[in-house]
């Protein structure tokens, strides 16, 4: 038995094929319509209260009868320095004037934020089959909860090193994201730096250094890069900027626009919305962001204090206030349903002999 049909077993799934969890775009109509045509969907959590978890994992199973997995996010939480918080006030203040925006200043301790430890109880009492995370390692007792209720645990890693702690914390699987990919880096360990690690070399790596399934995310947007990910050694994989455009797709359309327009060079790395290094495709406030030199607050603080900034961008079409997050094959994307974008990848890799389980 190859390591595609094994991973299909284990996930109760058809196809060895993962909608990547993408927060602010992946909808519960997404998930289910890719659990629906065979795949693995993704219904992203995290930082959202238990309430708004419950209530987004409950509208996703009024969809389908399918499994589908919920990410959470893994980071620690931690303090921030007031000094680089109010500079950043001062500057996002200025910015929303030049945009009408109106602009309401926050204290610290003004803002609440969600731990993965806080959403535990609702995905035990959802019973979800498979949890998966990024940015870190879930905690112990919330791995052994999870095992204990017959969860598969999937982590996320951008090095070797990365993927070695998850395997020897107990964790099922591990998502090799190469540099590449879109959205953040799951990038957590501080001692590395940012590792910058292209998929062909980081998934033969990680493959021949755990002994665990490692599924491929980074730049896979046809079937071509589907097996080639195969013959390096993946049990699956990752697919999220593909998915972007469709019609199931929470982007704005100036979002969908810029991704379908896009080139490869069209994205960089920038911590600017949110304060965790992400990949997705430049405007100007990113521009504006490096130019100011200002000390951008830790991921928690800095996405919190860009949120009005990005939902005015989202709700009036203005995409350079938003946060475009996408990979370096987003060009791929296309318009149309996720059933139909899934399933037309799924019959050209069957073209190809490489479903035949």
Known sequence: MNKPDHLVQMLGIEYPIIQGPMLGVTSPDMVAAIAN???????????LSPH??????RETKSKT?????VNLFAHELTEVDSDSF???QDFLERIQAQHRIP?????ITDLKFYHHTDQIDVLLAEHIPVVSFTFGVIQPAAIEQLKR???VLIGTATSVKEARLLEEAGIDMIVAQGYEAGGHRGTFLDDEGLPQVGLMSLLLLVVDAVSIPVLAAGGIADERAVRAAFVLGAWGVQIGSLFIACHESLASEGYKEAVLASQETSTALTQAFSGRWARGIKNSFMRQIEESGLKIPYYTF???????????GQQNNVTDLVSMWAGQSASYAQRGSATEIFKKLVEKLQHHGQLDF
Do not use: C, D, H, W
């Not at 708004?52 to 994992?57: C, G, M, R, Y």
């Not at 009868?65 to 997995?69: E, G, N, S």
């Open 86 to 88: 109010e500079k950043m």
């Open 149 to 151: 209720n017959g969860s």
């Open 37 to 47: 045509a065979g795949g693995l969907g993704s219904l992203p959590v995290g930082g």
């Open 103 to 107: 602009f309401e200043r926050k204290k």
């Open 52 to 57: 708004k978890t419950a209530s987004l994992i």
């Open 302 to 312: 800095q996405n919190s204090l860009t949120a009005p900034l990005r939902a005015y």
């Open 65 to 69: 009868a399918q499994p589908f997995a």
